[in-house]
């Protein structure tokens, strides 16, 4: 019966993807339909869920660096952030048993004080997916969530690890050296594990086997061996293209995660009440977030965009709730009580998220209120100077297209990438790239007076992953009255269709041109080589 659930999951998500919403809040929704027909989570979905956590944990720690995690608006970001918001939910959840309210009723502060902690998380799981979804893993606000999510894992598992009986074994001190000796290994097979399946199957193993199981064998963790394994493999210069090799497996694992959440428990009134009651802690979690982030100076801008990805609850918090039920710290109830207040902060978060542009550009006059004089040194916006010619997004396809238009035109090109990393990996190359973003208002503000209107700028070339951040950017554009030439890229059919329905002089389908360019520059070097042929002959 287990693959028919998963189909039910699918045709929910499926429905639910129709109407703009991500798909895995049709997931959570068939879980809660299964457990209100009586039907529990079976063990192929259980495997398939633990499955996709530990895939999910492997690409973060593919993508890690562990730098990101020693600013101080990270680790200690991260830490003031839950020790905040932990008080602020005792209070409310300890005044609630004075109430008599039931399943509120008779909790002692020692109940409370962990049904807090459980709910100070936010989850990796959905910030993760909603990231992906919106091309925003590398952005600043992506790398900022990542990082706080990351702490937050790591203090759930010293929970686990102190408060909850799960101590290492004597094998755990053989861990460091074992990853020592591991890590060279790794990296040589990962090396020489070619491009199709073989690489495939060997992250499965990375992340299983050498993460997963031997984290398990020392009495620790198996998600935290996945995540301390791709953290190995980072910066190898394959972690990128395994990474997105194994998106898409990852994604289906996730099914079942979504799933088992759904299906965690029964749902009486009085469990949907008290779920409703402390889903409201959101509105503690979300301005603490905002406010800390602001505090280490953050633009508000990016303390906003991290605060909505984090506008959630936590699978962490499931299993710290699920530990301290077994431990009868907390009535078994408030599993399912929890695992209802996640699934709602999902489908709260989850239209959000998708908003979270059109809500910037709403309420930005409030949210720069907050911000700092004195900002981060990696969170500033740049002046676009001399520029004609404004390529944004410098992933492989802006890249070629800056290439090509510096060799070809010799004008004053520059790119514009989100991600800090790659736009120094650009100057080292010797090209003309700032770190901005073309979501970014502050950015539009400003161009607006300085250099759009001047006429300096002729051409706009949206190249950036996204098609949502493509449009973004169009509508600004439109907005300030751009009377360049714009040019964008599409994946899709229906994506070239909206560009240039909302004035794109040029839209590209990478996808079925790329052929018709192949064809053409094969068609060029011949015409070139048979020129030099013909010179050759004459001379003779």
Same mark, same amino acid.
């Given at each position: 019966?287990?693959?028919? %659930?998963?189909?039910?999951?699918?045709?929910?998500?499926?429905?639910?993807?129709?109407?703009?919403?991500?798909?895995?809040?049709?997931?959570?929704?068939?879980?809660?339909?299964?457990?209100?027909?009586?039907?529990?989570?079976?063990?192929?979905?259980?495997?398939?869920?633990?499955?996709?956590?530990?895939?999910?944990?492997?690409?973060?720690?593919?993508?890690?660096?562990?730098?990101?995690?020693?600013?101080?608006?990270?680790?200690?970001?991260?830490?003031?952030?839950?020790?905040?918001?932990?008080?602020?939910?005792?209070?409310?959840?300890?005044?609630?048993?004075?109430?008599?309210?039931?399943?509120?009723?008779?909790?002692? %502060?020692?109940?409370?004080?962990?049904?807090?902690?459980?709910?100070?998380?936010?989850?990796?799981?959905?910030?993760?997916?909603?990231?992906?979804?919106?091309?925003?893993?590398?952005?600043?606000?992506?790398?900022?969530?990542?990082?706080?999510?990351?702490?937050?894992?790591?203090f759930a598992v010293l929970f686990l690890v102190f408060a909850a009986g799960k101590t290492p074994n004597l094998y755990a001190l053989g861990l460091p050296l074992a990853i020592l000796v591991l890590k060279p290994v790794m990296q040589y097979i990962l090396k020489h594990s070619g491009h199709g399946e073989l690489m495939i199957l060997?992250?499965?193993?990375?992340?299983?086997?050498?993460?997963?199981?031997?984290?398990?064998?020392?009495?620790?963790?198996?998600?935290?061996?996945?995540?301390?394994?791709?953290?190995?493999?980072?910066?190898?210069?394959?972690?990128?293209?395994?990474?997105?090799?194994?998106?898409?497996?990852?994604?289906?694992?996730?099914?079942?995660?979504?799933?088992?959440?759904?299906?965690?428990?029964?749902?009486?009134?009085?469990?949907?009440?008290?779920?409703?009651?402390?889903?409201?802690?959101?509105?503690?979690?979300?301005?603490?977030?905002?406010?800390?982030?602001?505090?280490?100076?953050?633009?508000?801008?990016?303390?906003?965009?991290?605060?909505?990805?984090?506008?959630?609850?936590?699978?962490?918090?499931?299993?710290?709730?699920?530990?301290?039920?077994?431990?009868? %710290?907390?009535?078994?109830? %408030?599993?399912?009580?929890?695992?209802?207040?996640?699934?709602?902060?999902?489908?709260?978060?989850?239209?959000?998220?998708?908003?979270?542009?059109?809500?910037?550009?709403?309420?930005?006059?409030?949210?720069?209120?907050?911000?700092?004089?004195?900002?981060?040194?990696?969170?500033?916006?740049?002046?676009?100077?001399?520029?004609?010619?404004?390529?944004?997004?410098?992933?492989?396809?802006?890249?070629?297209?800056?290439?090509?238009?510096?060799k070809t035109y010799g004008r004053k090109v520059l790119g514009l990438d989100y991600d800090e990393d790659k736009v120094q990996e650009h100057k080292n190359a010797g090209r003309q790239v700032i770190h901005d973003d073309a979501t970014d208002m502050d950015f539009w503000e400003r161009i607006n007076f300085n250099r759009i209107q001047?006429?300096?700028?002729?051409?706009?070339?949206?190249?950036?992953?996204?098609?949502?951040?493509?449009?973004?950017?169009?509508?600004?554009?439109?907005?300030?009255?751009?009377?360049?030439?714009?040019?964008?890229?599409?994946?899709?059919?229906?994506?070239?269709?909206?560009?240039?329905?909302?004035?794109?002089?040029?839209?590209?389908?990478?996808?079925?041109?790329?052929?018709?360019?192949?064809?053409?520059?094969?068609?060029?070097?011949?015409?070139?080589?048979?020129?030099?042929?013909?010179?050759?002959?004459?001379?003779?």
């Amino acid at each position: 019966m287990e693959p028919l %659930w998963i189909g039910i999951a699918f045709a929910l998500g499926f429905l639910i993807s129709r109407i703009g919403l991500p798909p895995m809040l049709g997931y959570l929704l068939a879980g809660f339909g299964l457990s209100f027909l009586g039907i529990e989570s079976g063990p192929v979905i259980e495997e398939i869920s633990d499955l996709g956590i530990m895939l999910l944990l492997f690409t973060i720690g593919l993508k890690l660096k562990i730098k990101n995690l020693l600013h101080p608006e990270i680790w200690a970001g991260a830490g003031i952030h839950m020790i905040l918001s932990s008080m602020g939910i005792f209070v409310g959840v300890f005044l609630l048993s004075m109430t008599g309210l039931k399943t509120f009723a008779d909790l002692t %502060w020692t109940t409370a004080g962990i049904i807090a902690f459980a709910m100070s998380f936010s989850s990796t799981v959905f910030a993760v997916k909603v990231l992906e979804d919106k091309g925003e893993v590398d952005s600043l606000h992506g790398k900022v969530s990542i990082g706080l999510l990351i702490m937050q894992d790591i203090f759930a598992v010293l929970f686990l690890v102190f408060a909850a009986g799960k101590t290492p074994n004597l094998y755990a001190l053989g861990l460091p050296l074992a990853i020592l000796v591991l890590k060279p290994v790794m990296q040589y097979i990962l090396k020489h594990s070619g491009h199709g399946e073989l690489m495939i199957l060997f992250g499965f193993f990375a992340a299983v086997v050498a993460g997963g199981a031997l984290f398990e064998f020392a009495g620790i963790k198996a998600d935290l061996g996945a995540l301390v394994m791709g953290m190995m493999l980072a910066g190898h210069a394959k972690s990128e293209e395994m990474s997105k090799d194994l998106l898409k497996f990852k994604d289906i694992f996730l099914i079942g995660f979504f799933l088992t959440v759904g299906m965690s428990g029964k749902i009486t009134p009085a469990v949907l009440i008290a779920s409703l009651i402390v889903v409201t802690a959101i509105l503690v979690k979300v301005p603490l977030y905002f406010l800390v982030l602001t505090r280490f100076k953050l633009r508000a801008r990016t303390a906003f965009l991290s605060s909505l990805t984090l506008a959630n609850f936590s699978e962490f918090g499931l299993i710290v709730a699920s530990v301290g039920a077994a431990n009868q %710290w907390i009535p078994n109830e %408030w599993v399912t009580i929890i695992a209802l207040a996640l699934t709602i902060s999902f489908i709260i978060a989850a239209p959000l998220n998708v908003r979270s542009y059109a809500l910037i550009t709403r309420f930005h006059n409030s949210l720069i209120k907050f911000q700092q004089t004195k900002r981060l040194s990696y969170d500033r916006t740049y002046d676009i100077g001399e520029a004609e010619i404004l390529i944004f997004g410098m992933g492989s396809f802006g890249t070629s297209t800056y290439d090509t238009l510096i060799k070809t035109y010799g004008r004053k090109v520059l790119g514009l990438d989100y991600d800090e990393d790659k736009v120094q990996e650009h100057k080292n190359a010797g090209r003309q790239v700032i770190h901005d973003d073309a979501t970014d208002m502050d950015f539009w503000e400003r161009i607006n007076f300085n250099r759009i209107q001047s006429h300096q700028v002729q051409l706009v070339m949206l190249c950036m992953g996204d098609h949502k951040s493509n449009m973004y950017a169009l509508e600004r554009l439109n907005r300030i009255n751009f009377d360049g030439m714009i040019a964008a890229k599409g994946l899709y059919d229906d994506e070239v269709n909206e560009l240039k329905k909302n004035g794109v002089h040029s839209a590209y389908n990478i996808k079925s041109e790329a052929g018709a360019g192949f064809a053409e520059h094969v068609c060029r070097n011949l015409c070139q080589i048979n020129q030099q042929v013909d010179t050759t002959n004459d001379n003779r």
